[in-house]
């Protein structure tokens, strides 16, 4: 990590210290509140805001661990000895889990998988359109921004990393893409 790095990492760690992990923090308090920010100060009117995201995987390399924060359904996978160690897992409205904080936030989840018959992820940064329910934290909204934190043990089995947006993953499995990268 650069000192600059590490210097927003410290400064994220005191602002929110009950949180568990710096990356986590910095997209649970940080991402959606300056889109929101922007909106308020009429930088950007709400219309132009409602419609736009994007989803958010980030790896740190931390005293030999990895920690991969995720949002949206972009995807990291570790290859370690030909096997894929899936890193994150997408976010779809269709996930139990999701489908219940939607359901909770006075949206629905169409036959499609589609949330509100638009959207089909369930975490991004943005996409304020749905993140209009005032009585509820924006964790809470039918989209989220708030990432899934996993801590893997980097070890000499490690071979290499592999992260990608939707596009890749809808197409091949994570075994499947990391099986190319070997031949």
């Known amino acids: 990590m650069t000192p600059k790095g590490h210097e927003q990492m410290v400064k994220i760690s005191k602002e929110h210290p009950n949180q568990t992990s710096p990356v986590e923090r ?5 991402a959606d509140k300056q889109a929101l ?9 709400q219309e132009m805001m409602e419609g736009k995201g994007c989803t958010a995987n980030v790896l740190m390399v931390v005293n030999n661990m990895l920690v ?27 996930n139990k889990k999701e489908r219940e904080r939607i ?4 949206s629905t989840v169409n036959v499609e998988g589609r949330i509100d018959g638009n959207l089909n992820l369930s975490r991004a940064i943005g996409d ?14 039918a989209v989220t921004s708030m990432p899934d934190v996993k801590i ?8 290499f990393i592999i992260m ?20």
């Open 152 to 159: 893997h043990q980097l070890t000499n089995k490690t071979d």
């Open 26 to 30: 910095a997209l649970r308090y940080h």
């Open 68 to 94: 991969c924060a995720n949002a949206g359904d972009s995807r990291c996978v570790a290859a370690e000895g030909g096997r894929a160690v899936p890193l994150s897992f997408d976010h779809k409205p269709t």
């Open 128 to 141: 304020i359109a749905h993140k209009k329910n005032t009585k509820l934290p924006l964790q809470d909204q």
């Open 37 to 45: 920010a922007q909106v308020k100060a009429n930088q950007y009117s």
């Open 103 to 106: 359901y909770k936030a006075g």
């Open 164 to 183: 990608g947006c939707d596009g890749i993953w809808e197409t091949k499995t994570s075994q499947q893409i990391v099986d190319y990268v070997y031949i």
